[in-house]
């Protein structure tokens, strides 16, 4: 019992991981194309962020049920395979039900397939770890993109809009640029530095800024 | 011919400048920001990209319309194209180890990222989808290349002012080069409606 009991403990453990300390877009700064293109709205960022999260659990999953048949030398061509493959189910089912959605977005569906964060995870974690652990540290790294996804595109829709999901909140006239491709670098920008500002204020970091890749 | 001379070059056009892949397509921000630390390695990084985005175009142009179309098997169009651009990148890197191992041993790290790059992949999607010819699909890959080398010196230039500029210490670093890039981006837009498609 008490065995089971520390397991859960850690599973949670990982969730949060991927969520706060190694956060895809605000810590690890990768993956961050769909982070300015498809955030002009919540409800498409939170469309990709929903996709990229079953890209990421079932490639993690699927990479650790593998993980003992894949010779080790041929693992990154097998695991863009794994990957690719998902993506491709995700962007017909996207095709098929979200129809609206996808004709906005479709190519950042597809374009999924070339995320870094979801190659990391496979590479580091999923092909040591058993099922389980690897299934919820993909669901902590899915939720953690999803999550600054939602944040990104809620202050943009909020200040260029004047709506969230579509439903308008406030009169103002808004703030068109919020939109615009300069609105996304800007807010994420911002919020980059701001996270850094808490980061340096609160808990003492460093707060150098993500070193940048993929 | 003239015609179908002027549809080339504003295709190549649109797709340098206008739809400006990193700064209205939001595509290879990664290694836009990876490597626009240094002059010399953003020019060495453009040269390679608009190599590989250029005949990456024109391979998955050939595969797609005599070997997916006949057998019908354009849904694995992902798969297929990340194949491909893998396989290519791999050679290329073979390539540039023996003819030019000084510019390999400074860009080796991205070439082996290359492959698994929003900006390459994007290029045969976007064909596929716009149903570009094959003189078309190699316009618009060049194009979108040189729009990409365009993005990456632009954004070397300011990076290397910005390290001696004195900036808010939370903003160093990351935070300030996407506000920079705003900037830039806010620039780009006013080459758009100069052609319209």
New interface residues.
């Given amino acids: 019992m008490e065995h089971l009991h520390q397991e859960k403990v850690s599973y949670w453990q990982l969730v949060k991981n991927g969520i706060f300390k190694e956060n895809t877009i605000f810590r690890l700064v990768i993956s961050l194309c769909p982070a300015v293109a498809v955030t002009n709205s919540v409800r498409n960022g939170f469309l990709l962020g929903v996709a990229v999260l079953f890209v990421q659990v079932m490639v993690n999953s699927t990479v650790a049920m593998l993980r003992n048949f894949i010779h080790p030398r041929v693992r990154i061509p097998i695991f863009m395979l794994i990957i690719s493959g998902w993506v491709t189910v995700i962007d017909l089912l996207m095709a098929a039900f979200a129809r609206a959605a996808y004709k906005e977005m479709g190519l950042y569906i597809q374009i999924i397939v070339a995320f870094a964060s979801i190659l990391v995870r496979a590479e580091m974690f999923a092909s040591k770890n058993r099922l389980a652990p690897s299934f919820f540290d993909g669901l902590g790294s899915g939720l953690g993109f999803l999550i600054a996804l939602v944040i990104i595109s809620f202050f943009r829709e909020l200040l260029g809009r004047g709506s969230l999901w579509g439903f308008p909140i406030v009169e103002a006239k808004p703030m068109l640029i919020m939109l615009l491709p300069t609105g996304g670098f800007f807010a994420v920008g911002i919020l980059m530095g701001f996270f850094n500002w808490i980061d340096m204020r609160f808990y003492g970091g460093k707060g150098a800024g993500g070193a940048g890749g993929h | 011919m003239e015609k179908e001379f002027t549809k080339l070059f504003e295709l190549f056009i649109a797709a340098s400048v206008i739809t400006n892949f990193v700064?209205?397509?939001?595509?290879?921000?990664?290694?836009f920001?990876?490597v626009s630390k240094k002059m010399e390695t953003a020019v060495g990084m453009s040269i390679t990209f608009t190599a590989v985005m250029t005949i990456a175009a024109a391979l998955s142009w050939l595969v797609l319309t005599y070997v997916m179309i006949p057998l019908e098997i354009t849904?694995?169009k992902?798969?297929i194209f990340?194949?491909i651009v893998?396989a290519f990148v791999q050679a290329s890197d073979t390539i540039m180890r023996k003819v030019s191992p000084g510019l390999y041993y400074k860009l080796g790290v991205y070439l082996a990222?290359i492959?698994?790059?929003?900006i390459?992949?994007?290029v045969p999607?976007?064909n596929t989808?716009e149903k570009y010819n094959f003189l078309e699909s190699i316009s618009f890959g060049f194009g979108s290349g040189i729009g990409f080398a365009i993005a990456l010196v632009l954004m070397a230039s300011i990076r290397e002012k910005l390290e001696l500029a004195d900036v808010?210490?939370?903003?160093?670093?990351?935070?300030?080069?996407?506000?920079a890039?705003?900037?830039i981006?806010?620039a780009f837009?006013g080459f758009s409606g100069i052609i319209t498609l």
């Avoid at chain 2, 808010?168 to 506000?179: S, T």
Wanted: contains cysteine; glycine residues 8%; positive net charge.
């Fill in positions: 700064f209205t397509r939001f595509l290879g921000l990664c290694i920001f990876g849904f694995l992902i798969v990340i194949g893998a990222l492959s698994t790059n929003c390459i992949i994007a999607l976007i989808a808010p210490r939370p903003f160093k670093g990351m935070p300030i080069a996407w506000i890039t705003a900037l981006s806010l837009m």
